[in-house]
Nanobody, 116 residues
Framework: QVQLVETGGGLVQPGGSLRLSCAASRSINGIYAMAWYRQAPGKQRELVARIDDIGERNYADSVKGRFTISGDNAKNTADLQMNQLKPEDTAVYYC??????????WGQGTQVTVSQ
């Protein structure tokens, strides 16, 4: 069974940066979208950023201009560069791959905490 593994979470001060990475445990064919979601305590999971197989990117309004998603279908990896982090960015971040079928894959989540 394919697993997505996220790395790069941690504790950072407001205004700082983190880079999250996601990699598949084995090859996935036919990926047409990669995305990052997040879920803060007491809130629903929300879409943060998404990139499709032609490179089109979409971002939540709250992260536009601060976060950048990148993806490599051939390597089955996706990154999320997060700059100018705010306390309200604190959440568990999940990567998500969607492939033709449809087949959908989720990571186990990585904690990002923005605090003094």
């Amino acid at each position: 069974q394919v697993q997505l593994v996220e790395t790069g979470g941690g504790l950072v001060q407001p205004g700082g940066s983190l880079r999250l990475s996601c990699a598949a445990s084995r090859s996935i064919n036919g990926i047409y979208a990669m995305a990052w979601y997040r879920q803060a305590p007491g809130k629903q999971r929300e879409l943060v950023a998404r990139i499709d197989d032609i490179g089109e990117r979409n971002y939540a309004d709250s992260v536009k201009g601060r976060f950048t998603i990148s993806g490599d279908n051939a390597k089955n990896t996706a990154d999320l560069q997060m700059n100018q982090l705010k306390p309200e960015d604190t959440a568990v971040y999940y990567c998500n791959f969607v492939a033709w079928g449809p087949r959908e894959y989720w990571g186990q989540g990585t904690q990002v905490t923005v605090s003094q």
